[in-house]
């Protein structure tokens, strides 16, 4: 479990995305343990889901949602202004999630796929 891998003394501040034909709902019914405060995202990947829906499965499961959001960045900022000292931000859901963190934490430049170009 995450808590053999962190010391989790605040909360967990969630980003979450997931991509269409990934099981959003086993994914957070596995995260709704650590009751977190979700932000759903979109994931520029071409088969990212709709936040919307993903947000009213975590509902369901008794996870807050915080707030969505149509970008991964604009999540992770919004995380970022939530958290205070002892808070954990996961990335997490899909692994475009993770990589679109990734791109904006070391400055990388974004992988942009074919539906993204002019």
Not at 62 to 69: F, H, K, L, P, Q
Not at 90 to 108: F, K, P, Q
Request: with cysteine; glycine share 8%.
């Amino acid at each position: 479990t995450l808590g053999e891998y962190v010391d989790l003394e605040g909360r967990v501040i969630l980003v979450f995305a997931a991509l269409g034909g990934h099981s959003a709902e086993g994914m957070l019914s596995a995260l709704a343990p650590l009751e977190p405060a979700a932000i759903i995202v979109r994931s520029r990947h071409p088969r990212s889901a709709d936040p919307t829906n993903a947000a009213e499965t975590a509902r369901k499961l008794g996870i807050e949602v915080a707030v969505t959001s149509d970008t991964v960045s604009g999540g992770f900022d919004q995380a970022i202004e939530m958290s205070e000292p002892g808070d954990l931000i996961l990335c997490t859901g899909s692994l475009s999630v993770a990589s679109e963190v990734l791109e904006e934490l070391r400055d990388i430049e974004p992988e942009i796929y074919p539906n993204l170009r002019p």
